[in-house]
């Protein structure tokens, strides 16, 4: 018998059910993360080259080129795919696409020791 708790779908922040996995690997990576954080300080989209070197200020990879390029063809389009953000792959712009309040349980359970 199924139980409610032992469903491997989640409710998630943008109103869709994604499985348990793919809701943890949206904030599995510390680069989707910082994003995430970034873009809750800033009002409206961003440039990918601010984001880029945002992250590359505080991030273990320094190079901004890098930085610019996983973001671009990985992290951004992952990111949106799960609904978190809005990029503009033409024009390279950004923006969060949730309330960040309605992510921060997320944060809070991708920062536990492991």
Do not use: W
Request: hydrophobic share 40%.
């Amino acid at each position: 018998m199924k139980t409610e708790s032992s469903d491997t779908r989640v409710r998630t922040f943008v109103g869709s059910d994604l499985s348990l996995d793919a809701t943890f690997d949206a904030f599995s990576h510390p680069t989707r993360r910082q994003t995430l954080e970034y873009l809750s300080t800033r009002v409206g989209a961003v440039s990918l080259d601010e984001l880029a070197d945002a992250l590359a200020a505080v991030g273990p990879d320094s190079a901004c080129e890098h930085t610019h390029i996983s973001l671009h063809h990985n992290h951004l389009p992952k990111l949106a795919d799960f609904g978190l953000v809005r990029y503009d792959a033409k024009e390279h712009l950004v923006e969060l696409a949730v309330e960040f309040g309605e992510i921060t349980p997320y944060f809070d359970l991708s920062s536990v020791d492991r």
